[in-house]
DNA sequence: CCAAAAGTGTTCGTACTACACCCATGC
DNA sequence: GCATGGGTGTAGTACGAACACTTTTGG
């Protein structure tokens, strides 16, 4: 087959958690923020960010590119999730869809666009969505919640700093259940990824908590298949 | 931008491994087959077998399709592996390469065309391949050996029916490393996912073991992000 | 009987859970 | 002091690793 006549067209999406109040029950929950499609297919209806590969971009590039672009937003954590390619999941065209799902921090999506044609919805409780993104957005769903019981990705929801209690709440929200405190501590504790400080926040009506901060000699940044080769590699996304 | 002039080509590869008997050591392990490229780039070097996306297939479809025409093998497992779409990965072209994996038994692998440009190499004893496919064949084999320690996917190397001795070899051929033989029988057997048959192995200079096959109403092929969303879906392919 | 692999029992250590309890601060 | 969350201790349970032991066949 000769590549000219291929006829693909290759797109990346998106699938952005930020952590918010949930509406009904007040408590931390993952939200991400759709797209209104404003042409057909699926005209009118919400999609995850997307766009077009560029020639000289790399699909992760390309996946914060257009996050940056729709969103004004800057991920803490990238990390692919799943190539979609049915024939038929775009009506009338081919479109091969790479999809990536980030992480960002509340006051970062405070500070995101938001209006007529982007709007942050519960992750949970989303309307009919355009092409399989209803489907896509589970998915990441899932990766996102299984992950967070296995690897340091909560902390892409937090700052530097950190108490073991916000640490916790995000863990919390991800999973929507409530966690033991004094085993939830103890168990990241013994991860030995993380770092105590001697700063304490102090303020509160209680006994002041101890900051923590992550191990920056771990990764961050999920570089796929080259993550499980090295092992002294430092380089931390902030 | 328009997407005519994308410019970017969509192939698929994939990681075909069957277990053969290791010539250093004489145990089993992960082999997979190479083809040799005849054309530049990178002319003479072993690569995986791969080759364009077509119009009208779907992903899997096209990994399934051209595993069949470079080495006429049917899969009995199949996955997603990761999509590669660096910019400089090819010289000269832009190819953004959905890797998938796949499993097959060891008799079909003996009966896989094999000739002057299609070999079967020891997987974790590789010549310098084309493109990053060392890379890639190094994360199929990680994935490889971290899903067998928690799926059923061994059952794929095996036939319809198995000894426990059978589906141990499998296990400690993957992972490169010797299991106990009680400890193994009772964790495969506490999974539930193993139904006794009558039948036993006679023949042998010892007591004859019975003979064991899965429970096929669990899907063994990988649906990707969708066999998350179904529970009571009970497609097998043998 | 012996060899060899099938299959069972038992002990030990680790890790997670639940929950009681003490500590340090603001008010 | 007292309320509030920070932080520690501890007993119960589950699960995997190690390994001794019994069972059933062929020779």
Known sequence: MAREE???AL???TVIFALRPHPDTGLSAPWIPLVRRIADPFGGLWALPGGWVGQSESLA???ARNLLETTALEPTYLEQLYAFGDVDRSPADRVVSVVY????????????LEGENVRWFAADDLPQLAFDHNVIVEYALWRLRTKVEYSRIARAFLGE???LTELREVHEA???????PANFRRQVESSGTLVPTEAKVEGGRHRPPRLYRYDHSIELVDNGPLSHEKTGSTRVVS
């Not at 799902?101 to 995101?112: G, I, K, N, P």
């Not at 991800?174 to 033991?180: A, E, I, S, T």
Request: aromatic share 6%; hydrophobic share 50%; no cysteine.
């Open 174 to 180: 991800v999973l929507q259940r409530p966690l033991d």
């Open 161 to 163: 700093t950190f108490t």
């Open 61 to 63: 590039d390309a996946a």
């Open 6 to 8: 291929q006829g693909i």
């Open 11 to 13: 797109a990346v999406s």
């Open 101 to 112: 799902w980030a992480l960002v921090r509340a006051e970062q999506a405070q500070q995101a």
